[in-house]
């Protein structure tokens, strides 16, 4: 079982619909939680960065964290079509106990149909 | 976050040779790290490589096929030595200010092994 599981989609939504994205995972370990946004032939970029339990948001972005259930979300509003991209989690232990190095999800592949 | 550059971005290589990836980021930061990002799979970290000490390989991965240096706070290099068609991939580098977390992303090396 791998440490991160990630849907890989594709996933194709109409434009201004709501997007949700998620990955799960199995290392009780874990306490900070990423999503890259990936555009194609580009490297990574840091979207969302959240530290355990509870959510953030970022303009269109909302990044949820439930630790209970190992379940981390991504939700894009009112999505457009430069949303389309490949959106990667990532998540890490705390510093000083070896774990701290990033374990990432496959990504999901996201088009927004305009 | 410091901007990163790569090079070469994309190189077609024979079996049996090595190429040298540069990675250059325009400020001075503390930790640099190597990934490989082959289709369909997520990012797996290569190594870490800090000025001033020996870089850090990951389960897997072995100095003898991927040395690396690091010889100031702006600049790495990582060698993928005596290629063969398994090393396609894309390659990338990544630098964080003080720990794993928010890490940020060059554009990626895009290597083909004929």
């Known amino acids: 079982q791998k440490e991160v599981e990630q849907d890989p989609g594709p996933l194709s939504v109409p434009e201004g619909a709501i997007v949700s994205l998620n990955c799960t995972y199995s290392n009780s370990a874990f306490q900070y939680f990423m999503w890259y946004r990936q555009y194609s032939r580009k490297g990574p970029e840091l979207l969302m960065y959240t530290y355990s339990s509870g959510n953030k948001e970022d303009g269109r972005f909302t990044a949820q964290v439930d630790k209970s259930s190992k379940y981390i979300s991504l939700f894009i509003r009112d999505s457009q079509p430069s949303d389309s991209a490949t959106y990667l989690c990532?998540?890490?232990?705390?510093?000083?106990?070896?774990?701290?190095?990033?374990?990432f999800g496959t990504g999901t592949r996201l088009t927004i149909i305009p | 976050s410091a901007v990163i550059s790569q090079k070469p971005s994309r190189d077609i290589c024979q079996r049996g040779t090595s190429l040298t990836i540069q990675c250059q980021v325009d400020?001075?930061?503390?930790?640099m790290f190597w990934y490989r990002q082959q289709p369909g799979q997520s990012l797996t970290l290569i190594a870490t490589?800090?000025?001033?000490?020996?870089?850090?390989?990951e389960s897997g991965f072995v100095i003898d096929k991927f040395p690396i240096s690091r010889p100031n706070l702006t600049f790495s290099t990582l060698t993928v030595s005596n290629m063969s068609p398994e090393d396609s991939s894309i390659y990338l580098c990544s630098h964080s200010a003080y720990s794993y977390n928010e890490q940020f992303f060059g554009p990626g090396t895009r290597l083909t092994v004929l």
């Open positions: 400020s001075q930061v503390t930790m």
């Open positions: 490589a800090n000025q001033g000490s020996e870089a850090t390989y």
């Open positions: 990532a998540m890490s232990g705390a510093s000083n106990f070896g774990n701290e190095k990033l374990t």
